[in-house]
Each structure stands twice: as C-alpha cells, then as structure tokens.
C-alpha cells in the first residue's frame, strides 16, 4: 500500500497487523481524491480532516499528502492505532504530547476511541473520511453527530442518509460503494461555495 498523490507520493504504508481491518485499496483512494478534487467548492489545500475509523490511516495520510493542514486518525483496535502512529513517524508527523505534530506542516492527531462516541465531543472538520467496517448500519446516527462540510463514505450498499446531507456522487468499485455527501448547514465561513 502506497501514497497515490501530492508530497508523500510513493511512500509505502503499514497496514495493521489483524484480520479486522479492510484496507482502502489504492484505486479507490485514488477514486476518493479524483472525486474531491471535482467537488463543488471544496479545496483540500488548507483543510481539516477527521479520518474516522482509520485503519491505517492512508486515507487522512493522503489528504495530508494532497495539501490538507491536519487530521485527526480515530480507530478503536490498538493495531490500528499502532500502525497510524507508525505511518506517521514514518513521514516525519510524530505527535508530540498534546497531539500535535512535531513537524510544523502539518497538524495530526491520533485517538483510540469507538467513532460514535468520539462523535459527541465538538469538533468541525473541512473534511469527514469514514470508513467502518461494512457491517457497520448506524449511519443516521453517525452522521446526526457528524460536524463536517463535506464527506466521503465507504460501504458495501447503497446509504440512507438524513435530509440534512446531500448526495454529490456515488460510484462502486468492486465492493466498495464510495458516497460523496455535503451538509447543508455546516458550510465553513470563507470556504469557496459557502453562503
């Protein structure tokens, strides 16, 4: 697994040494970021993500890679959490510990903590990268907590999703159904397309 684009691009990730996780395959990261850079009014120059049951953290990492200021890596299993730390010292973005980055580019943050709950404590984010497991069906509650502009979510089926979001695109590969969303309410001051 490697970095497809931007700064780090070609550099080798870690994967979490489990059988839990399903990494994003690089043609759907690829996928991933070929979306975003089409999406209305979103920039990912200067942006804050939340990679939200990070695995390994290739997606956050490739955003940071892309040109995003910071991202926050959330996953409860401890091989995840061990494998984005690795990837991260790896390109020189080791936290220090108040969770910043030592180095001064970027901002990153690692947390051990189930997504939903994590989900409560308040934080907007430019940019929401989640990927659960595909037996993952709370959606509507992920999303009621979710305080994003602008998200890209990774299932196997087509998603429900609450009236406050809009579906920008949607593509399958594989078994991977990649959802563009938009909050309608959540848009940034100053980001291009806000009101």
């Not at 061990?82 to 510990?97: C, H, P, Q, V």
């Not at 305080?147 to 009236?163: G, I, K, N, Q, Y």
Request: net charge positive; no cysteine; proline share 5%.
């Amino acid at each position: 697994m490697r970095v497809i684009g931007g700064t780090f691009r070609g550099r080798r990730l870690r994967a979490p040494k489990d059988r839990v996780t399903r990494p994003t395959s690089d043609r759907v990261r690829e996928a991933v970021f070929d979306m975003l850079d089409t999406a209305p009014g979103f920039d990912i120059d200067g942006a804050d993500v939340l990679d939200l049951f990070a695995g390994s953290g290739a997606l956050g990492i490739e955003a940071l890679s892309r040109g995003a200021r910071s991202a926050v890596f959330v996953d409860r299993a401890p091989a995840s959490v061990k494998a984005i730390s690795a990837n991260l010292e790896a390109l020189g973005m080791t936290e220090d510990r108040r969770g910043v980055a030592a180095a001064a580019a970027h901002q990153v943050s690692v947390v051990r903590a189930e997504a939903l709950g994590w989900l409560v404590t308040p934080r907007r984010f430019d940019l929401a990268l989640v990927d659960p497991p595909y037996a993952f069906d709370d959606w509507a509650t992920l999303l009621d907590r979710l305080d994003a502009t602008l998200a890209v979510l990774e299932s196997d089926r087509a998603l429900l999703v609450p009236e406050s979001w809009e579906i920008l695109k949607h593509k399958r590969y594989g078994d991977t159904l990649v959802t563009m969303v938009r909050h309608a309410t959540r848009a940034r001051p100053g980001q291009k397309g806000s009101p």
